[in-house]
Each structure stands twice: as C-alpha cells, then as structure tokens.
C-alpha cells in the first residue's frame, strides 16, 4: 500500500505528464536504442521517455547485485529486504531521481538489480530472463560467492501487448577517460549500436569537467537524439552545423 501511495503521486505528477511531451515532442520512429550514462538503476525515466526503444544502456557505478532468491529465505528477511526497496526508492518517488551518495550506500551491499525488477514490474513489463554479461555485452557465467561479481547485466523483458522482446543492459563502469581508456570492448559494444537516443539527467555536471572527454565525444558522435537537462553536456560543445538545439523550461 506504501508503495502503491507513492507510486501512484510519481504517475501523476511525472510519469503522464512526460508520456504526453514525448508523445509530442520527440521524434517518430522510435530509437533503436536509448543510451543513458551516469544513470544509476534509473529505468523508469528512460522507458517513460523513450518506450518503444528495443535496447536500453545504462551505465552507474553502482555494482549490478544479484535477483534475491525470495522464495528461500526466513520471512523476517524477506520483510528486510522490501523495507529496503521501498526505502531506496523513496527518493525517485518524491523528487524523480537518485542522490548519488545515498546509492553509494544504499546500492553497495545489493546492487541495482532489484531496483530494476521492480520498475520493470510496475511498467507492466514481464521478466524474461535475467543474465550476467561482461563489458561486451556478451553473456558470461555467473559469479559464485567470493568472485568477482559481474560487471554488466541483461534483462530480457516484454511488454505488455508487444510483438517481441526488449533487452536493458546494465553496467557498472566508471566513465571518467581514465577508465573508458581501458575498456575498449566497453566503447566498441556501445559503438555497435546505430544513431541512439542519449539521455542524461541529473548527471551532476560531470562532462563539464576535462576528465569526462570521451563520453561527451562519444555522446556528440553516436547520438541521434539528445535529451538532457543543464547538469548534461555543456552548450558550447554542440557544432551548430549538426544540432538543433531546442530549449524547454524559463532561462535568464
């Protein structure tokens, strides 16, 4: 009931308003695939926007984690652990987005991945599979206790009334140039996807700072579509002859 309350205020005052814009305002057909970078376990907003999209690409630091076996453990846990989603979810539900220093906490023990059921769940969405893929979006074997725990994660998901399944790809990579220089199976696997949908929100103003250079050359040279809010790449990166930039909102 708590969150059936809280979910039922973020439809209202989120979730139909952006269907309605992005009805109206973003361009049809839909992306082949949506990118969204320093997203934490932030589906929700990427799906609200972007729904018809075949591929979702989230990328935090916050470990992937593991899909609670429910069915096996004492009550007094499973009661433990609902308390702990609702708690997490607090925030998305009052404000629409994560406080990046309460998942460094929140998030560090279990991982995005429940967080991710449960909005792919409350969007009506059936979970077809669930598997650890490494940084090439290949799927790899499953970490046993004490490995280590897997860098990327595939959700197989269907929506209800659609023709075929969907796929959200999670993975837990630092973007700074410093670490993307390293992982080039990372960059070609994101290359591999044609004209995305890039969105950024609530990015703390990351790509204005020099360390976040081959994200934001990523982002300006792959990216179909740009959504973003001010805390996303600055203006003066975008070359006039290849955006159009349109603005929402009331700027001095």
Do not use: C
């Not at 992005?22 to 839909?30: F, T, Y």
């Amino acid at each position: 009931r708590s969150l059936d309350s809280g979910w039922a205020s973020l439809e209202r005052e989120h979730l139909a308003p952006i269907r309605a814009w992005s009805r109206s305002e973003l361009p049809s057909p839909a992306p082949r695939a949506v990118f969204y970078p320093f997203s934490g376990p932030d589906f929700l907003f990427a799906y609200t926007f972007f729904p018809e999209a075949g591929d979702y690409l989230l990328v935090g630091l916050e470990p992937v984690g593991r899909v609670p076996e429910l069915a096996a453990l004492p009550e007094e846990e499973t009661a433990r652990r609902l308390r702990w989603v609702r708690q997490t979810l607090g925030d998305m539900l009052q404000i629409s987005f994560f406080r990046t220093n309460d998942m460094k906490s929140g998030l560090a023990d279990e991982g995005v991945l429940p967080i991710l059921l449960v909005f792919l769940a409350r969007t009506g969405n059936q979970v077809l599979m669930v598997e650890p893929v490494g940084l090439d979006g290949q799927p790899e074997a499953a970490a046993g206790d004490g490995e280590r725990p897997p860098r990327g994660v595939r959700v197989t998901f269907l929506p209800a009334g659609a023709e075929g399944p969907r796929r959200l790809y999670y993975f837990s990579v630092d973007l700074s140039d410093w670490s993307l220089k390293g992982k080039r199976e990372f960059t070609r696997f994101i290359k591999g996807f044609e004209g995305p949908a890039t969105y950024l929100k609530a990015a703390s103003y990351l790509m204005y700072r020099e360390k976040y250079t081959r994200v934001r050359s990523l982002i300006l040279s792959r990216s179909e579509v740009l959504l973003q809010d001010d805390s996303g790449i600055p203006l003066p990166e975008f070359d006039p002859a290849r955006w159009d930039l349109k603005f929402y909102g009331t700027y001095t």
